[in-house]
């Protein structure tokens, strides 16, 4: 059902919209007789006026939303500390909302937005999102969406990504350097943005090196970590077991440990790993684990100033549309020699 | 301002609640003569109906505010998902507000929430907190709360809890059986139950042991990380240094391993660590740690079960007022003998 607006009411009582305003508002400037009109009409149509909308009360929400899959992750908690630092500057609060992995619980989440509760909305996609309609709808609503890290390509919103395709190649280059001769892959769902760059830039490293790409070799994550431990375990039990590991999900890290403790194989002498992750402790690992370390922080700020420009009606230039904030390879003892 | 409600509308038009309600919601039940009363009267006390309040729509917002102070901490992050888990179950959404331990953020928040944003909150408080008076704000707006884990004495919401004072007991005494003969204590603000609690079983295990208190060996930590890390390590370079240490805070940990590393102090053959963590990284890293491991997932289950219950208008029992679920010890090689 079309919500009735003030401007549909204007129309209907050939009043003008900001007649309808003062007189919902009972303002003194307004006739009582007019007031009994507008207010009438307002019944008859089931007009809900909304408190947190501007053109009612004059004012925002003040709260933006950060819809995200989770944050029991440390990309997450660094990109939520990095927008909350900067909308808290101009007055905002921030509202986050989880979606778990869960396309439907996403769309259900953005249509809960939709009715003025936020001013704007960060948001990174499920892993099970192909389609931007829903954030289309939002969009079409008037709030103001920034995607970052995870994004869509038919979304016409600003974007704040990291160079997973680049760095994801480094991350394979560094470990055939390493002596690495047979490289497995374990990413999110392939729909998903940047597991797909992920796999794109491991498997551009390994084509360039002359290696064969295996789809044994190549495993997708599950939500269940029993199920991805016992995948993990099966990938390192092949007659030719992989001798080194990119991972593109944080999470996974510990069930590379796990598995390698459970079958006996030492990291990095038998299986050589690294990891896309922002985990703090990743230098205090046995063994320290080499990472993929993206500017969660960085992304976060970036993501939120551009989401307060739009919110200012200011102008976002050409250039901010798409913004790339490179990650970094560390190295640490899991990818190394081992000696 | 006294905020208008349905109620005042009916008593004074000297009509029933549901009349009111019903001529609102411009039901065909109600005459045109007797809308147009009730709508001027609503327009001339400025009533302004709440688009989320069972009381106008006949549905509630379905959404459950989450308080919390970060979620940069695994223990947070789980229940999270605890509370997720039980919520969804029954059609309701959550929403996180995170105060980032800044008691002005937490008093925002709650007045933001009061305005049928949510339904009910579950909530910890922040480590500035040392009154209810915001809380008991909104519980008055017949927002129920529950509060778990940081709660406060003076709110009468039901709180779940773990065992705080008996946990840093055994974790102390577990450090006095293995020979530690200074031990040291990092918490967070004494303000928060949580750290009086776990402080005073630290201290009650000494007391017991005939061991001296001294205020030296207590740390009260700061927001700010690089202080903390000197803190550490001026406490570890104390003429009688501390030969084990229990932290109460999760985050804690590395620096204590960042210190003993730059000290070049053994852990654990020159300092014993226990810490309260949920990390589960605890096994994988170098020594792996001991913690005091909180029933995080659990807690956030059954502080969610008690407010759908609130929601649902069922009795809470007596022994649902304060809930007490136990946290383990559990033991890893910080705290051994590091043969």
Redesign the interface.
């Known amino acids: 059902m079309q919500q009735i607006t003030i401007k549909a009411l204007a129309r209907e009582l050939n009043l003008s919209v900001s007649t309808i305003s003062k007189?919902?508002?009972?303002s003194h400037e307004i006739s009582?007789a007019t007031?009994?009109r507008v207010?009438?009409l307002?019944?008859?149509l089931?007009y809900?006026?909304?408190?947190y909308a501007s053109s009612l009360r004059g004012k925002k929400s003040r709260?933006i939303g950060i819809v995200i899959p989770?944050?029991?992750d440390?990309f997450?908690?660094?990109a939520?500390?990095g927008i909350?630092a900067t909308v808290k500057e101009k007055g905002y609060?921030?509202?986050?909302?989880?979606t778990?992995e869960d396309f439907k619980?996403e769309q259900?989440?953005l249509k809960?937005l939709q009715?003025g509760?936020v001013d704007g909305v960060l948001m990174s996609v499920s892993s099970e999102t192909t389609s931007g309609k829903h954030i289309r709808a939002l969009m079409e609503q008037h709030v103001p969406v920034v995607l970052f890290d995870r994004v869509l390509a038919d979304v016409p919103a600003a974007k704040v990504i990291t160079d997973d395709i680049a760095s994801s190649y480094k991350a394979t280059q560094h470990l055939l350097r390493n002596g690495c001769k047979r490289i497995a892959f374990i990413g999110l769902s392939q729909q998903l943005s940047i597991s797909a760059d992920r796999l794109r830039g491991y498997e551009n490293a390994l084509r360039e090196h002359g290696n064969k790409l295996s789809s044994k070799h190549i495993l997708t994550c599950t939500p269940d970590p029993k199920k991805n431990l016992a995948a993990i375990k099966k990938l390192l039990q092949q007659k030719d077991r992989p001798d080194g590991i990119v991972t593109a999900v944080e999470k996974l890290a510990?069930l590379v440990?796990?598995a390698c403790g459970q079958l006996s194989l030492s990291i990095p002498q038998d299986v050589k790993l690294v990891c896309f992750s922002n985990?703090?402790?990743a230098g205090?690992?046995?063994?320290?684990l080499t990472t993929v370390t993206q500017p969660a922080y960085e992304m976060g700020q970036k993501a939120a100033e551009i989401l307060l420009r739009l919110l200012d009606s200011k102008p976002v230039h050409k250039g901010d549309m798409q913004i790339m904030i490179p990650s970094r390879l560390v190295e640490r003892n899991s990818s190394g020699e081992g000696n």
Chains 1, 2 share one sequence.
């Open positions: 007189a919902l508002r009972d009582p007031k009994s207010l009438q307002a019944a008859r089931d809900k006026p909304n408190p709260n989770e944050v029991a440390s997450f908690s660094l939520i500390n909350d609060h921030s509202i986050i909302c989880l778990h619980n259900a989440i809960e009715n509760r510990p440990y796990q985990l703090e402790l205090l690992l046995n063994p320290s």
